[in-house]
């Protein structure tokens, strides 16, 4: 990717834009990125909004903070532009946030049993923040709440930002010094890519994912359970109460989590089923056909009234689809109330408490080596 140098101008305070031009024949005069002031921290830290936006006037707009997506706007089938992820106005509310709106999650995304893990031999205690006894998303200082250095360009594919954050040796009970970098791309196809990548000094675990809350009504008032969704996945893992996998596969045909034909969210969700009402709703990992570590078609999710489509694409062996079963209550974007399930989470990802299941994909990062992830939501109407 080509980085764009003299071509970045002021305007005003804390603001910068890459202008419409014709001086690098492969950007599109609408596509730009503009730098606002999105908040200070207690300490006077600023915290940024970068605002990509495509030809189209698709927009995808991401804090610093937490590598946040704060908003993505698309249009529908009526050529209405809406936001279609749940969020907050103001930077105090994301850093008081307790669901991971729009975050990247890690190190390691979703649970690890009791915050333990053995790796060469050697045992290690992550910090406990779910519900007492297990670790979850990374921990109490994961990659969703912490300052990430941001770099915004426009490169071939449309405009990008690159952003980079270095997670300690010892940090959250985790083993090496990480550098991690996420790479948001807006493509003219209406694709928002997500690109990570991490290195480490000592052997560690590493397991990021996306945690947006779709909506793609535009209207938070509604709930996603007429959405319907695809999962290209014949198998999931089961949980136990505390929502850690028994280490098995089972089977999704016949059950209320066969999603491999779409059909609403809401059609099954509150049947007498023991792994939905463990976890009031759906909040877990299938397991994607075809997994070779390339990317493929994942889930689609479609809104009839809107005609707004999701496709996800990821070279991930999982993905943890999660209907919004604890938002209820929630003060959001606009004063809104989020109702229960008024979003859907779908996490590309390796498999929960996988340092614990050896016969579940590896998560293991080596010195030398470099984790690669790509994932794609592309939006589309129908």
């Known amino acids: 990717m080509s980085e764009i140098n003299g071509n970045i ?87 008081n946030d307790n ?61 990008c930002l690159k952003l980079t954050y270095v997670s300690r040796d010892g940090e959250q009970g985790y083993p090496g010094t990480l550098s991690m970098v996420i790479i948001y791309t807006l493509t003219e196809e209406n694709e928002l890519i997500i690109n990570y990548e991490g290195k480490t000094d000592k052997p560690t675990i590493l397991n990021p994912t996306h945690h947006s809350y779709f909506n793609l009504t535009g209207d938070f008032t509604k709930t996603i359970l007429n959405h319907e969704l695809q999962i290209d996945a014949d198998k999931f893992t089961p949980v136990d109460e505390l929502r850690i996998p028994t280490g098995e596969l089972c089977d999704a045909k016949g059950t209320p989590m066969d999603f491999t034909t779409p059909h609403p969210v809401g059609l099954y969700i509150d049947k007498e089923d023991e792994q939905l009402k463990g976890a009031k709703g759906y909040d877990h990992n299938w397991v994607l056909n075809n997994y070779n570590s390339r990317i493929r078609k994942a889930a689609s999710v479609y809104d009839l009234v809107s005609g707004r489509l999701l496709e996800v694409f990821t070279n991930q062996p999982g993905l943890q689809f999660y209907s919004g079963n604890f938002l209820d209550g929630i003060k959001g974007k606009k004063g809104i109330i989020y109702k229960n399930r008024s979003g859907l989470c779908l996490e590309a990802q390796h498999f929960p408490d996988s340092p614990n299941n050896p016969e579940f994909p590896s998560v293991m990062l080596k010195p030398g080596e470099t984790y690669r992830q790509k994932t794609i939501y592309k939006f589309s109407v129908k």
């Open 9 to 95: 101008q002021r305007r005003g305070p804390g603001s910068l834009l890459v202008p419409e031009t014709n001086s690098y024949p492969t950007i599109r005069k609408r596509q730009m990125i503009e730098q606002t002031l999105f908040g200070k921290l207690s300490d006077g830290r600023e915290i940024f909004l970068y605002s990509l936006r495509n030809e189209a006037e698709t927009e995808v707009h991401i804090i610093n903070y937490g590598a946040i997506v704060k908003n993505i706007f698309v249009r529908d089938k009526k050529d209405k532009i809406e936001d279609v992820v749940l969020g907050y106005d103001t930077l105090k509310d994301y850093i």
């Open 99 to 159: 669901s991971y709106f729009g975050a990247i999650v890690g190190r390691y995304g979703n649970r690890i049993a009791k915050g333990k893990f053995q790796l060469d031999g050697k045992e290690y205690n992550l910090v406990i923040n779910d519900g007492g006894e297990n670790h979850l998303h990374g921990g109490k200082t994961g990659f969703y709440n912490v300052i990430w250095r941001a770099e915004p360009y426009v490169d071939e594919s449309g405009p």
